[in-house]
């Protein structure tokens, strides 16, 4: 098991830690960086790391619906919110918001010792066999036989989704 | 031992705990409105990291996780359009999308 790093295997490891870098650096940025474009911009690389894990999770289909949705609607959706609000970059200090920042940082490290002590410690016992290998073509049929119904309704929820949010951000054009 | 770890579901499982931790966070420390928005964005794809790795590595049918992540995403997508329409009606009636601005409520 002495893989150099030019082989393939090496290769797809650095892949795989860029990926995790991306993950991880995004989040960081956007949760971090004061102006809310650059949030953004740590949020499309974040969610581009997590398209590489699920393709590390041999489920090129979602990375690559991870990819279209997220990166490609949600963050551009974001982005246009951003531009028709004007905020402003987050530096007013505020109210004790040194004792906020202290108290977030004490109560998310907290969670995140806690779920990953849960997480590593538990003894997770994999399925004995595999019904199917989850390829696309086994996604489709799953959708469109045991989650027809879900697939239906979900399509229900968007259709609400859109026209609700075209009547929010139409009534109350002419106060501007 | 790159390789391995990549094949491994504790790494998956604490990049998702960090995901969610650091849309806690964010949600916890955001003051305006969009920010609060981006992370709870993160909080779900902390979510869907997890239900992808247990999927992949644990769960008798592989295409099960892979549904709830699209159906997620299918929500987080509607999620997304109606806290912006809220966000933006929000800013037209106070000039503001700061939370702490936002005080009509406080009594």
């Not at chain 1, 977030?104 to 410690?121: P, R």
Request: charged share 10%; proline share 2%.
């Amino acid at each position: 098991m002495n893989h150099t790093l030019l082989s393939a295997e090496g290769l797809s490891g650095l892949v795989f830690l860029s990926m995790i870098a991306a993950t991880v650096v995004g989040a960081l940025i956007a949760i971090h960086s004061k102006r809310l474009v650059r949030a953004v911009a740590g949020l499309s690389l974040c969610f581009t790391g997590v398209a590489g894990l699920y393709y590390f999770l041999n489920s090129p289909f979602v990375a690559l619906m991870e990819m279209l949705i997220y990166v490609g609607a949600v963050c551009v959706t974001i982005i246009f919110a951003v531009m028709l609000a004007e905020p402003r970059a987050e530096n007013k200090p505020g109210k004790g918001s040194g004792m906020g920042a202290l108290f977030g940082t004490i109560v998310a490290g907290l969670v995140f010792f806690g779920v990953a002590a849960v997480s590593t410690t538990t003894n997770w016992k994999a399925a004995p066999a595999k019904i199917n290998d989850g390829s696309v073509t086994e996604v489709g049929l799953s959708l469109l036989t045991s989650y027809s119904m879900v697939f239906e309704l979900i399509s229900v929820v968007l259709l609400v989704a859109i026209i609700g949010a075209l009547v929010l951000a139409h009534s109350g054009r002419e106060k501007v | 031992m790159m390789l391995a770890l990549s094949s491994q579901l504790n790494t998956y499982l604490l990049i998702g705990a960090f995901l969610f931790a650091a849309g806690f966070y964010g949600l916890v420390q955001r003051r305006s409105l969009i920010g609060m928005l981006i992370a709870g964005e993160l909080v779900l794809s902390g979510a869907s990291v997890n239900l992808m790795a247990f999927n992949h590595f644990l769960a008798p049918d592989p295409t099960v996780g892979q549904i709830f992540t699209l159906f997620i995403m299918g929500i987080a997508a509607a999620e997304a359009a109606i806290a912006l329409s809220i966000i933006i009606a929000v800013y037209r009636n106070y000039k503001s999308i700061d939370a702490p601005d936002l005080h009509d409520l406080q009594g």
